[in-house]
């Protein structure tokens, strides 16, 4: 059974830079592909991007180019590095865990991140 822990939410102001850590226990992770998402307030969660086990990578639109994920598989941890952050990125940030053929098995408790303008 993998548990995941996100860490590194907080406030900060638009512009800043935030890196949220995703970090696995009770498995290894390193053939898993790992997602994140995140939930505006009012909305439905969202994906947000995606990282495979040999390092690929894939964004949503409206963070590609200023969200980075990346993985250390030795430390069982997956990033969230996100730069130039914008009000709308204010949200409760999940990562996921799941097989490359099925839907996501694990999730995590969820950070809040919220950007002030």
């Known amino acids: 059974q993998v548990t995941l822990a996100e860490s590194g939410g907080g406030l900060v102001q638009a512009g800043d830079s935030l890196r949220l850590d995703c970090l696995a226990s009770?498995?290894?992770?390193?053939?898993?592909?790992m997602g994140w998402f995140r939930q505006p307030p009012g909305a439905e969660r969202e994906f947000v991007g995606v990282?495979?086990?040999?390092?690929?990578?894939t964004y949503a639109a409206s963070v590609e180019g200023r969200f980075t994920i990346t993985r250390s598989n030795r430390k069982n941890t997956v990033y969230l590095q996100m730069d130039s952050l914008k009000p709308e990125d204010t949200a409760v940030y999940y990562c996921?865990?799941?097989?490359?053929?099925?839907?996501?098995?694990?999730w995590g408790q969820g950070t809040q991140v919220t950007v002030s303008s």
């Open positions: 990282i495979t086990w040999n390092g690929d990578t």
């Open positions: 996921a865990a799941g097989v490359p053929t099925s839907s996501y098995e694990y």
């Open positions: 009770g498995g290894d992770i390193s053939a898993y592909r």
